[in-house]
């Protein structure tokens, strides 16, 4: 008969089989063990309390290591390193799992499991004599205790000039070990306590960077700024458009985001003291132009119907390939793309949110010149993704801005009639950012100066927003049709997938345009639906929190590899159906419980 | 019950489970069934004769390419295609099998399994559309029927530049893929009949290629030169010293060995055709120093006890991380090194001679400035060095040359009692070369000029070779050193193994100087034993024609990888027994029957 392992203090019971080590049963069950040294018995971190059962008797190594921890060498056993000879009754102490890390700042909180694709282990290599004149990484293999250790190609060039010195300076090292236990790098000295991670959301008009201590899982540092591509066009299409006639002016774009991205690694040395070269995993998370740009690969696709890229999942890619200044041995990994127009950011924003795994329907949209849209049912997920134009993003609007100082942000229709404006920082209305517009439109239309259907009925055909900022009709133009293409898009999915806008659990609004939108205000336009008690939730920047959960979860990319395979997509562009729901949508009008705003229209004419 | 599937003519009968792919179970008995496409059912190579049995019925396009090759659609199915559903009989074609290479041009033949580690598949990538607009990359995984297919990060950025104008022009592209489905390039149209390796023996002093068409097996090509790193010295230990003393040289030598192999390419790229841009795999036997130089890895392990290297076995390497002049997403592997001074170029050797699967107690032998040794018993291998110093390469020895035009390479002792020269080249002699100098010395010993303690009883103390070239008693002194450190090292691996020198079955005698060795006059001066019955064989440069066996299959370059491991090494350095045998073996004394020759002098004395 099997033996079983009991686990307090759940009760959980797990068949074994005689001789099976005790970690390889909780892995088999999916219990987080911590296996930090690879199962060679010397971090000590998988100590488990052993309640009952008959034991092999433990090795002087084994109960040194117990005492080192304040651990009764009796009563704690390493799992890695206990055959199950009979039933046993344990308990397994916090400690002895993988600790999670809480990943969003903002938003819905979600805890990951802290399972980073690279480590870092001190070893003194076993050292050659003349009777064992072993290969210098032979001696590093033994030293590990990892036989079956692989080389990273490029490893085999840097690791020789620290193991050639080794033996007559300090013979201690570190191995940088990745998935597989592949050895990605070798340290002078024991540097376990410094290795360190980039997570960066990579975007169109802002970059932003997270500098992560991979051992704890802690954000240490943040830097953020403009991608230096703005000087080739504010929108993606027309750096495609520069691309994709120019060789010359594709190598200048990928330059130009280096060189942001460069900047910011820069940046945070100054804030944080982490050297470039302690930086051995950094994640890409940005829309597949974006990604595209960075690596210097072709976006002539991406200029022309079908409308497709290279690729959707890359594999992790040396440093040193990708002009990154970062340490050269490290692996950039990107945020794998779910479609031409539905990128890497957007796959991360469904890491983030935790997409899959939510309840009942979920929508998730991030705002800016595209719309993304990822919809989540029991049926499972489907995304597209409409050409909302730049209006929100504050372009193609006279007196547009960006998020910046001296943008209006913020307007309220006050009892007296007259409208209230904040502006960022404070100081004097330069122009009026994305969520001051919808606020703008939304007063206008509970004014009556505006009519849903666009039309401005004051006499001067201005919307004033101070003395000095003001919308024209073309100015209205411009959000109606930002504004129709994601109620449109939305439209689209909710139909595709059977379901009433009331049936909606959450609407999850990514991005920084979602920030500081006002909900009441966003319905009253119809740019979102008026759902009741707070199912609308604005989740922040998800590329770069996604970003990060990539960074520090092996798991977690294995899972965002799966979503191009299983997150259907729904094409937009050309569909007639489309065209027409999009035209229906140019009305500010809310959206009816039960149904779309437009069904409301028709109904009411 | 489970099927059984009978293989005839032989009989043979494997068990099966009801569903199993008929190439599945063949491949579980290691049966080389051609499975080219990777499963497929697209090549047709793997079709199977069904003599009996009940079979699923076959599709249209199976049908189709059983027509295409000839085939009876109803006899001939596609292993790979053909789940089992009851018992079986069946007859696999020649064809069916994978193609064996004969890979010895000299010396022992053997027969390998044709199955490199590279690959081509033409395929017309699935097309995007407006409705699917997936990726470049995901088409053409669709198109080769691979869901499975990763890429090799370099390939990425060189891919996505033919995928993307592939769509316009022809669509037809083919894949270059690695060991287990690795995509590691794409190029333009049907470049299936064009796949070349290079095996390289990187030796001291000179430098051999083979180019293989890996479709076929067959050596397209061969050039050879001098390593350019001789004007750093012409010995090993030279070069090690001057890389360990200063950077710069290093550098210097590793230009100097690049040079020399990519003058080899463009050598090769005249006499045959093939552009470097078609060579998709290297691979390369040197010396463990030699091997180091070409990486650009540090030597100073190998310049100070206990003399190791960086590593045994290395990953295959980006080409364009070596500078090798092929493509630059090929990959260049080096024939593993077992020690410090038993290196690749022995390995090479060992996989050649199929040293472990030869019958009876075999001793391997290359000769040169080290002589390396390598003992097969029935117990297993067991290698050593010794270092015999650069006599019988012609240097330090007076009148020394390489095997090079003008050199003596043959001296006979006719009946009169004179010395009959040969040169290479007919012309006149300019020096004497190794296989010359064994001759010279065994002339002079029968005629009793020259005692067998090397003292040269001649008035002028010289051994005359022709009337300007001759030998003196330090030249003696160096062959004798020579000779001594080569018996030596026979005597403790045959001493280790407990075998007398008549159990030898074989003795495997590598290298150019092997290849003019006279059996006879090595035996004279006890160089090599003297053994009945053609038991010495000289088998040519196993340096290259191991190269090329870990060039055209991928078995023997696992079953290389595991020499190092298996191969026990024999330390001598520093060893009081060897230099107490060392001392004894520095008479010219022949190997007798049954001992030593050392041995036998202490009988005599």
């Known amino acids: 008969m099997s033996p079983y392992v009991s686990i307090f203090p759940s009760g959980r019971r797990l068949t074994a089989d005689f001789g099976d080590l005790l970690s390889d049963i909780l892995a088999k069950e999916d219990i987080p063990l911590n296996l930090y040294c690879g199962r060679r018995g010397v971090c000590g971190k998988c100590f488990v309390e052993i309640l009952s059962g008959d034991l092999p008797p433990s090795d002087e190594r084994d109960q040194a290591l117990a005492r080192a921890k304040n651990l009764d060498p009796s009563r704690h056993r390493l799992a890695c390193r206990l055959p199950v000879r009979g039933d046993l009754s344990i308990r397994i102490p916090e400690q002895a799992l993988i600790p999670k890390a809480r990943i969003l700042s903002r938003g819905t909180g979600k805890e990951i499991f802290l399972d980073p694709t690279v480590r870092k282990i001190a070893v003194r290599p076993s050292r050659p004599d003349l009777h064992s004149p072993h290969a210098l990484l032979e001696g590093l293999k033994t030293g590990l205790g990892l036989p079956g250790l692989r080389l990273a190609p490029e490893t085999l060039f840097s690791a020789a000039a620290v193991l050639s010195e080794a033996p007559e300076k300090d013979p201690m090292v570190t191995a940088v070990l990745g998935v597989g236990d592949e050895l990605r790098g070798v340290e002078r000295g024991d540097t376990t306590s410094r290795l360190f991670g980039l997570a960066i959301d990579l975007g169109t008009t802002t970059l932003a960077a997270d500098l992560v201590d991979l051992g704890t899982g802690t954000v240490i540092g943040n830097a953020a700024g403009l991608n230096g591509q703005s000087s080739f066009g504010a929108d993606v299409v027309s750096r495609i458009s520069a691309a994709f006639k120019d060789p010359a002016q594709a190598v200048a774009l990928r330059n130009a985001v280096l060189a942001s991205i460069n900047g910011l690694i820069s940046d945070l040395r100054r804030t944080t003291g982490v050297e470039p070269g302690e930086i051995y995993e950094t994640v890409v998370a940005g829309n597949t132009a974006m990604n595209h740009f960075f690596l210097g690969l072709p976006v002539d696709g991406l200029a022309v119907a079908p409308f497709v890229g290279v690729f959707s999942v890359a594999p992790p890619l040396p440093a040193d390939r990708t002009g990154l200044r970062v340490n050269p041995l490290g692996r950039i990994y990107l945020s794998p793309n779910l479609q031409s127009f539905v990128g890497g950011d957007i796959t991360a924003g469904v890491v983030a949110t935790d997409l899959p795994s939510r309840l009942g329907n979920v929508l998730f949209l991030d705002l800016g010149t595209n719309g993304e849209l990822v919809l989540k049912t029991d049926r499972g997920m489907t995304s597209t993704s409409t050409a909302a134009g730049p209006a929100f993003e504050g372009m193609s609007v006279s007196c547009g801005l960006s998020a910046q100082t001296g943008a209006v942000d913020k307007a309220v229709l006050l009892e007296d009639g007259t409208i209230d404006v904040e502006t960022i920082g404070g100081g004097p209305a330069r122009g009026v950012c994305g969520s001051g517009l919808v606020d703008v439109i939304a007063a206008y239309l509970r004014r009556g100066d505006l009519s849903a259907d666009g039309r401005i009925l004051r006499p001067d055909k ?125 009305s500010f009008r809310e959206w009816p419980a039960g149904g779309t705003p437009a069904a409301a229209k028709q109904e009411e004419s």
Chains 1, 2 share one sequence.
């Open 462 to 586: 201005r919307l004033p927003v101070t003395p000095d900022v003001s919308l024209t009709s073309q100015d209205v133009r411009e959000i109606q049709l930002a504004s129709a293409a994601v109620k449109a898009g939305m439209r689209m999915l909710l139909e595709s997938a059977h379901l009433g806008v009331e049936e909606l659990d959450e609407v999850l609004v990514a991005g920084a345009f979602g920030a500081y939108l006002n909900v009441d205000n966003a319905a009253a336009i119809g740019l979102l639906p008026r759902l009741p008690g707070g199912r609308v939730k604005f989740v922040g920047n998800t590329s770069l929190e996604g970003a990060r959960a990539l960074l520090l979860s092996g798991r977690e990319r294995l899972r965002a590899e799966s979503f191009p395979r299983i997150i259907r997509h729904l094409p937009l562009a050309q569909d007639k159906a489309f065209q027409q729901i999009f035209v229906e949508e140019l």
